[in-house]
């Protein structure tokens, strides 16, 4: 298990090595303004011109160019190799909320293993922000003010059973299980909520919304 390596009470940017659209950095600093680097993300946060609060990781994917850039004591290796430096990094880390860019787009095992260890709330709740789409765990129960045709898609990555208002196709205690039946491009009427049975399920709703799907996760 981690050490405790970063401690806020307000919610933290985690920036990871990954693809990442420039203005996807400064949207989310603007909302979470601790910066926090997995590994080789704290060469997209030099890039802007921030020095991270702690960079967190195994080091295989930082450069030594770019940890001669950063204070010795914002450093922290994690040598262990049985999980990924986004699992290292929400390990270590006691925050409200984390935003996390640079996860996403690039190789698809990387994403794969994101998503897998985004389910296992390893730490604080979490927002992956996408090109299209925020995704994030859904707790059991979470309401968004959407409105009438924005896409609500739900992937489960575990057996689990869920409830819904204020969608177009209603999921009436539908169970979902990887392999089964699964729950994308569904569509808001509306404001919508969900309601779990249990952990499992990722969410996926339009990026637009990502201030109001914070707001709505830090009242868990």
Same mark, same amino acid.
């Given at each position: ?44 946060? !030099?890039? @802007? ?5 702690? $960079?967190? *990781? /195994?080091?295989? &994917?930082?450069? #030594?160019?770019?940890?001669? =850039? ?67 765990? !859904?707790? @059991? ?5 959407? $409105?009438? *045709? /924005?896409?609500? &898609?739900?992937? #489960?990555?575990?057996?689990? =059973? ?59």
């Amino acid at each position: 298990m981690n050490k405790l390596i970063v401690d806020e009470t307000r919610p933290i940017t985690l920036v990871g090595g990954g693809e990442l659209e420039p203005q996807d950095l400064k949207w989310a600093l603007s909302l979470a303004p601790c910066l926090v680097a997995a590994d080789g993300g704290a060469a997209h946060a !030099l890039a @802007q011109n921030h020095v991270p609060k702690a $960079v967190i *990781g /195994d080091f295989d &994917s930082i450069s #030594p160019e770019i940890r001669d =850039q950063i204070p010795a004591d914002h450093l922290f290796h994690i040598a262990e190799q049985d999980s990924t430096d986004f699992d290292k990094a929400l390990r270590s880390i006691r925050a409200p909320l984390v935003l996390a860019v640079g996860f996403l787009g690039g190789r698809l095992d990387h994403q794969l293993a994101v998503l897998n260890t985004l389910v296992q709330d390893l730490g604080p709740a979490c927002i992956l922000i996408g090109r299209h789409e925020v995704i994030f765990h !859904l707790p @059991q129960e979470i309401s968004l003010p959407l $409105v009438p *045709g /924005d896409i609500v &898609s739900l992937f #489960p990555l575990r057996q689990v =059973q869920a409830c819904s208002d204020g969608l177009e196709w209603p999921l009436a205690g539908l169970w979902m299980q990887p392999g089964g039946q699964i729950g994308t491009s569904n569509r808001a009427l509306g404001p919508v909520t969900l309601r779990v049975e249990g952990p499992g399920l990722l969410g996926m709703v339009p990026r637009r919304y990502l201030p109001e799907l914070m707001s709505a996760l830090v009242r868990q």
